[in-house]
């Protein structure tokens, strides 16, 4: 069984930064990419930033030039530092990873995390 556990949300003022962070745990064989992606009530999930494992990078626009996605390799994790948070950012953000494990047999499918909420207020 693999979990993905998140931690770094909380309640901060626009202009401030967090920084997420996610682990993997469980019968890893490879960790391929990983990322973050964002919900808020009543929309659909969307991508926020995701990093393969050979480093390569996808953003949405609307995080350009603010979050950084940033992954250890050796420790199973990633992370999402947010600069000049704004009140659009808040959201519940999830943690993804795209794991190979080799518990029963070799198989590769996407995982998500439980979410941490981040709320960006005055």
């Known amino acids: 069984q693999v979990q993905l556990v998140e931690s770094g949300g909380g309640l901060v003022q626009p202009g401030d930064s967090l920084r997420l962070s996610c682990v993997v745990s469980?019968?890893?064989?490879?960790?391929?990419?990983m990322g973050w992606f964002r919900q808020t009530p009543g929309n659909q999930r969307e991508l926020v930033a995701t990093?393969?494992?050979?480093?390569?990078?996808n953003s949405a626009d609307s995080v350009k030039g603010r979050f950084t996605i940033s992954r250890d390799n050796a420790k199973n994790s990633v992370y999402l530092q947010m600069n000049s948070l704004k009140p659009e950012d808040t959201a519940v953000y999830y943690c993804?990873?795209?794991?190979?494990?080799?518990?029963?047999?070799?198989?590769?499918?996407?995982?998500w995390g439980q979410g941490t909420q981040v709320n960006v207020s005055s």
């Open positions: 990093m393969s494992n050979g480093g390569s990078t």
């Open positions: 993804y990873a795209e794991v190979a494990t080799a518990g029963r047999g070799y198989s590769e499918r996407a995982y």
């Open positions: 469980g019968s890893i064989f490879s960790i391929y990419t």
